[in-house]
């Protein structure tokens, strides 16, 4: 589509995803600023919905496809090492997900932990210190049950992103106002946030879907609850206590056809004593990967139309 030609217009306010033949592979990138200091985390996945089931679910494999790459290097050092290895685990799996695009359970938990009994006897095997023992201790407590699993991926920033319950009916003015949560503490359960959730009513020049996200946070916990990473209101009981502040903005690139996720940009901060703010960029490698915002570098919130970018 040419830039001088007018924009097709979005017919359908009722966003609905499609099962599609063929698998997506993505580049992820997150970056984690806590007090200044940011450290960041890039990976490829694949990423195959497979099945539309009749009570109108469907089955995503999640497979990730390179190493985990930290501040763009490979883990060099014997922790990182071994956090990767037991993340390992994870590098198979398989999502039944609700037609609005949420997590609902993990279906092949058997051979998760199946690899995860295989993979602990060798690293008792290999090595016998207290960090080993913490490592394998907090990983048995994620892969005790399925509840515990899903607990754990509703921390993972490339899941709360992709699965983010996107697929919704807006109203005439294309637009809705919904409850979105964002794991960007990480030793609390994840922040709930007030989302107004845009649907563009023009195709991109590129012929994509774009949703515009932006929001607050809306969670029952205070300011000093998030401080002390609390997964329930404890300070916040007392009304005088002031609220956390802070912002979620994202930026959806859809396919106009099965409105797979082409581009996903998720910025979320929150203002506490030490300020915390999790990017989160994944780019389909059909498209020009995308390099995480800096201080030089505009963030896709700021570029006009981030589908045209490179080509």
């Excluded at 496809?65 to 290895?85: C, G, R, V, Y």
Aim: aromatic share 8%.
């Amino acid at each position: 589509m040419r830039n001088s030609e007018p924009k097709q217009k979005v017919l359908d306010r009722k966003l609905a995803f499609r099962v599609t033949d063929e698998p997506i592979c993505y580049h992820v990138a997150c970056a984690m600023e806590n007090n200044g200091r940011t450290n960041t985390t890039k990976y490829g996945v694949h990423v195959h919905c497979s099945q539309l089931l009749a009570d109108n679910t469907f089955y995503f494999r999640i497979d990730k496809t390179s190493k985990t790459f930290i501040n763009d290097m490979a883990p060099t050092n014997l922790a990182d090492e071994l956090a990767t290895q037991v993340g390992s685990v994870l590098d198979r799996i398989v999502l039944k997900v609700t037609r609005t695009g949420e997590i609902l359970s993990i279906e092949n938990f058997n051979a998760i932990a199946g690899r995860w009994s295989d993979l602990r006897k060798k690293i008792r095997e290999q090595y016998a210190s207290d960090y080993v023992a913490r490592l394998i201790q907090l990983a048995d407590r994620s892969l005790a049950s399925k509840e515990t699993l899903l607990l754990r991926l509703s921390k993972n920033w490339f899941m709360s992103v992709y699965f983010n319950a996107l697929y919704q009916n807006h109203n005439q003015s294309f637009m809705l106002i919904r409850p979105v949560s964002f794991p960007i503490l990480s030793r609390a359960s994840p922040v709930y946030f007030e989302v107004k959730q845009t649907l563009e009513e023009h195709y991109t020049e590129n012929n994509a879907i774009r949703l515009i996200l932006k929001g607050q946070p809306k969670d029952a916990r205070s300011k000093a609850d998030l401080e002390n990473d609390l997964n329930e209101p404890y300070y916040g009981l007392d009304e005088a206590l002031p609220p956390a502040e802070g912002s979620y903005r994202g930026l959806y690139a859809l396919d106009p056809v099965h409105h797979g996720i082409h581009l996903a940009y998720v910025e979320c901060a929150l203002d506490l004593s030490r300020k915390r703010k999790v990017t989160v960029m994944v780019t389909s490698q059909n498209e020009t990967p995308y390099e995480l915002p800096t201080r030089k570098r505009k963030s896709p919130m700021e570029i006009e139309d981030i589908t045209s970018k490179g080509r």
